[in-house]
């Protein structure tokens, strides 16, 4: 099973970036995919979740901002973020897994620093 991230970058407060994470090895279309960040110094965060039916929930920090989708003809998830704040900055990951073990497979992680 492989989750690669990618997307990641510089931007500017206010800016906007478009994470993806390629899935190979699993079933993507029956997987709910989770977004998690860490931020130097603090715990990793659950940022965003999409469920297969494409139900999405998000994190109070980021709700109106952030934007997750999927297209399981690619076996891609998408996380679009927009009005990116400097509290943003952090590397980000990509994750699946199932029911019993949600945090099964994971990505390698994308850095995402905003900054003016």
């Known amino acids: 099973v492989q989750l690669q991230a990618s997307g990641g970058g510089l931007a500017q407060p206010g800016g906007s970036l478009r994470l ?3 899935v190979s090895g ?3 279309k ?4 989770r977004w998690h960040r860490q931020a130097p110094g603090k715990q990793r965060e659950l940022v ?6 494409d139900y999405a929930t998000y994190a109070d920090s980021v709700k109106g901002r952030f934007t997750t989708s999927r297209d399981n003809a690619k076996n ?4 679009q973020m927009d009005s990116l704040k ?3 900055t952090a590397v980000y990951y990509c994750n ?3 029911s019993l073990d949600p945090n099964r497979y994971w990505g ?3 850095q995402v620093t905003v900054s003016s």
């Open 20 to 22: 993806s994470c390629l």
């Open 26 to 28: 699993v079933t993507f």
């Open 30 to 33: 029956i997987r709910a995919m």
């Open 48 to 53: 965003a979740q999409i469920a297969p039916n």
């Open 76 to 79: 891609t998830v998408f996380l």
């Open 86 to 88: 400097p509290e943003d």
């Open 96 to 98: 699946t897994g199932s």
């Open 108 to 110: 390698q992680g994308t």
